[in-house]
């Protein structure tokens, strides 16, 4: 709590200060839980009349509840970002990188597969409008493929601000999480006055949860007793059990997700406090050739999958309204039995997706040379980035916004592509150093 301690090194990485293999296999196994999640969710309904609406099947069902608390890993996501970006930055830090060589990497390794992204999405929605699809099918296929929008825009939030967080967490660590505990708090307590107000929190709560990855960084969870993080797991259920019967938060996880809430972050503690205990258990996994050979593949191509998902579950979930196949009732046993169905379609149509955008993940971050103020480029990168974002975060997704949305992010390329990065001397064979090496491993 005092002032910056030099931290030992990282217990969980792997040889030669590399990845953490586990958090590698945990976010996969995340990443697919969530494509599983959403092929039972994704239920548009044709009406009698003509109309189209879409209901969230699984979250309609009675006993989601209690079972959306133990598979709701959103924070996860943010854990293990936060664990991998600190010590990217870390890294790129010790090689005479600056803050703006690692905002920039950042931003492009996640604004270039989301620029092809929405403009693939304008492209299709405006042409199937043009081929005389109704435009409230259009609009629902847009609302539905807008939801890992918000994702999006609070990950990449997030990790814009781990070199001022790091320094934070540097000088105090306890002191970083417990100021941002507080102003989630703080924002929680307001929302019912100042609604608008509550979409902060998809900053405060996400960052707070990305400094439980700084903490596991650290090693610090990785020194506590087995028992004692037994007892951390079972406190933050303990607490979240009052919160929610108490009334002041909803029990339901999914609607405690947009905008979020402190029930989050005991789940994040939660979580962490279960991955250390599982960690045991699951690093021999980690060995298994094919295991690695995985995660190599999928997880270098991660984001590909996350964006992609959605848009192509929606596009094909809309697109069948339109055919004689028929559809059976949402929540019947005719239904849930074709969900298998649903999810190998999907995986049918992810992967050429994959094949064919993946790539946009691999590619080397470093943008040429350029006589210009990084910190410059990168700030009017980042606006034109979290303009259309927080809008569709906030408002929904019209074909409008996401034409937009597809100029801003277009736009931000062009910023990040003329930066010019100071590069490390001294590389073997004249080789250079980029930021993008060091601060996105394959993440």
């Known amino acids: 709590m005092g002032g910056a301690k030099e931290q030992g090194p990282d217990p969980h990485a792997g040889p030669a200060g590399g990845r953490d293999e586990v958090l590698d296999l945990v976010r996969f196994s995340c990443l697919a839980l969530v494509v599983v999640g959403h092929t039972m969710m994704v239920s548009p ?4 009349d003509g109309t189209v609406t879409s209901e969230n099947t699984l979250g309609n069902q009675d006993w989601f509840e209690p079972v959306i608390w133990v598979f709701m890993v959103m924070p996860l996501f943010f854990v293990a970002g936060g664990a991998t970006g600190l010590q990217s930055w870390q890294r790129l830090k010790c090689q005479g990188g600056t803050a703006a060589d690692f905002l920039h ?18 492209l299709g ?30 990950y990449l939030a997030a990790q814009l601000a781990i070199p001022v967080l790091a320094a934070f967490h540097a000088r105090g660590p306890w002191t970083a999480i417990g ?23 998809l900053v405060f709560l996400w960052c707070a949860v990305q400094q439980l990855g700084f903490l596991a960084a650290d090693g610090r969870f990785a020194r506590i007793s087995r028992s004692r993080l037994l007892a951390l797991v079972l406190t933050a259920h303990l607490l979240l059990g009052l919160l929610t019967a108490l009334g002041l938060y909803p029990v339901n996880m999914l609607v405690n997700l947009n905008p979020p809430n402190l029930t989050l972050f005991l789940l994040g503690v939660s979580q962490v406090a279960l991955l250390e205990l599982a960690r045991p258990a699951l690093a021999p ?18 984001l590909t999958v996350y964006l992609w998902h959605l848009p192509l579950l929606a596009g094909m979930s809309g697109l069948l309204l339109l055919t004689p196949v028929p559809m059976p009732a949402s929540g019947s046993a005719e239904w ?35 006589r210009r103020r990084p910190a410059f480029e990168v700030g ?46 001294g590389r073997p064979n004249g080789q250079e150093m980029t930021a993008g090496e060091e601060a996105l491993p394959a993440e």
């Open 285 to 302: 996994l980690c060995s298994l050739g094919w295991v690695r050979a995985v995660l190599r593949v999928a997880g270098g191509r991660s």
């Open 380 to 425: 009017g990168a980042a606006v034109f980035v979290f303009i259309p974002a927080a809008a569709a975060a906030v408002n929904g997704l019209t074909l409008g916004l996401l034409g937009a949305a597809a100029v801003c992010f277009l736009a931000a390329l062009a910023f990040l592509r003329g930066v010019r990065l100071p590069f490390r001397r």
């Open 105 to 122: 990497a950042r931003l492009l390794r996640l604004v270039r597969p989301a620029a092809v992204l929405l403009a693939a999405m304008f």
């Open 179 to 201: 100021s941002l505990t507080a102003l989630v708090v703080a924002v929680d307590c307001l929302r019912a006055t100042l609604p608008l107000l509550a979409y902060a929190n």
């Open 45 to 48: 309904v044709l009406h009698a």
């Open 125 to 154: 929605f405006w042409m199937a409008g043009r081929l005389g699809v109704h435009p409230q099918v259009v609009q629902l296929m847009a609302a539905g493929a807008a939801m890992p929008l918000w994702f999006l825009a609070a």
């Open 336 to 370: 849930w039995w074709s969900r298998p169905l649903v999810l190998l379609a999907l995986v049918v149509l992810l992967v050429p997706a994959v094949v064919a955008f993946g790539r946009l993940e691999e590619r080397p971050t470093a943008p040429p040379r350029f």
